[in-house]
């Protein structure tokens, strides 16, 4: 079942500005995860968050984790006209390792 | 590594076929993969559980009857959509699960066009 819901929906910004999506989920859980999806393609794994972690790099990414509020963002910074894509959130649970997916936020960059 | 196939990439059926989408773990061997659905600018529904030499676990709502899956090596899932529908028509994607439950490697996708 999809328990993440994601905002805002779009995303429009210029090269070289940060992108940032937000990502806000129901249940507790185990791991969260982020991934990026060009048009009409599969997934692409960009970072997990494990559920006692707070914040993560990984190059121009970065991602937090509130469980108290059951919240994640994903900043993108000095975006790049490849960034243009979809990015969901992913969540797993202690019990259930099947991944519930948030509805995804589309990200165009500019030139 | 962790590399998932599937195949075909895109598929035009008629109304009424059935079509059959491959998903192969490249360079890995995957007791359980999954099965997902996508419709335009929708997020990822997961639609069944397929286990290696077992029965998969459907989601709730989701035919089995309809969609059939097989898992018959520890490297290949295949989904079958019988009496296919234009409702039908969608993007179908398939993971398969690496060395830790929650890690998932994901195909690139088959599209199914129903006319």
């Known amino acids: 079942s999809q328990q993440g819901e994601e905002d805002p929906q779009a995303l429009s910004i210029q090269e070289g500005e940060n992108a940032t999506m937000n990502c806000s989920y129901k249940t507790s859980i185990n791991n969260l995860q982020w991934y990026r999806q060009n048009s009409g393609r599969g997934l692409v794994h960009l970072i997990l968050i494990r559920s006692n972690e707070r914040e993560k790099h990984s190059g121009r990414l970065r991602v937090t984790l509130d469980t108290s509020k059951k919240s994640s963002s994903l900043l993108i910074t000095a975006s790049r006209a490849a960034d243009t894509a979809s990015y969901f959130c992913?969540?797993?649970?202690?019990?259930?390792?099947?991944?519930?997916f948030g509805a995804g936020t589309t990200v165009t960059v500019r030139a | 590594g962790a590399v998932v196939s599937q195949h075909p990439s895109r598929v035009i059926c008629k109304s009424g076929t059935s079509v059959k989408i491959e998903c192969r773990s490249l360079d890995f061997q995957a007791t359980t993969m999954f099965w997902y659905r996508q419709f335009p600018k929708q997020s990822l529904m997961l639609m069944a559980t397929?286990?290696?030499?077992?029965?998969?676990?459907?989601e709730q709502g989701v035919e089995k009857d309809k969609f059939l899956i097989n898992h018959a090596s520890l490297t290949l899932s295949t989904l079958t959509v019988t009496s296919a529908h234009p409702e039908d028509s969608s993007f179908y994607i398939c993971?398969?699960?690496?060395?830790?439950?929650?890690?998932?490697?994901f195909g690139p996708g088959t599209r199914l066009t129903v006319t």
């Open positions: 992913a969540t797993d649970g202690w019990d259930d390792y099947k991944l519930s």
């Open positions: 993971s398969a699960e690496g060395e830790r439950r929650y890690e998932q490697y």
């Open positions: 397929s286990n290696e030499g077992s029965k998969a676990t459907y």
